[in-house]
Nanobody, 117 residues
Framework: VQLQASGGGLVQAGGSLRLSCAASGPTFSTYDMGWFRQAPGKEREFVAQ????????YYADSVKGRFTISRDNAKNTVYLQMKSLKSEDTAVYYC???????????WGQGTQVTVSS
């Protein structure tokens, strides 16, 4: 599986962005999909996850109520809708595919999100 993230950019605080992550291969629907982010000088952190079959979602407390993860298995794509963006959301955002082992099997290349205050 190859993951291609897109949709990042520069946005003012309070604005919105939607990230997309397109996956290659026929097995996309067998993976839990997630988004992580890494700010300069910080470790990569979990942002959101959506399960493979029933679409149950999980969020980091810092983004709960502002970000929404969704997936379209027919399009092999996972999305992250981000609203009410804050300067502290500035980071490189990575999509990831987690297999049945519970470990991250694949990472996307990352897309930069910069929120100006």
């Amino acid at each position: 599986v190859q993951l291609q993230a897109s949709g990042g950019g520069l946005v003012q605080a309070g604005g919105s962005l939607r990230l997309s992550c397109a996956a290659s291969g026929p097995t996309f629907s067998t993976y839990d999909m997630g988004w992580f982010r890494q700010a300069p000088g910080k470790e990569r952190e979990f942002v959101a996850q959506i399960t493979r079959s029933d679409g149950i979602t999980y969020y980091a407390d810092s983004v709960k109520g502002r970000f929404t993860i969704s997936r379209d298995n027919a399009k092999n794509t996972v999305y992250l809708q981000m609203k009410s963006l804050k300067s502290e959301d500035t980071a490189v955002y990575y999509c990831a595919a987690k297999g049945f082992s519970g470990r991250i099997d694949y990472w996307g290349q990352g897309t930069q999100v910069t929120v100006s205050s």
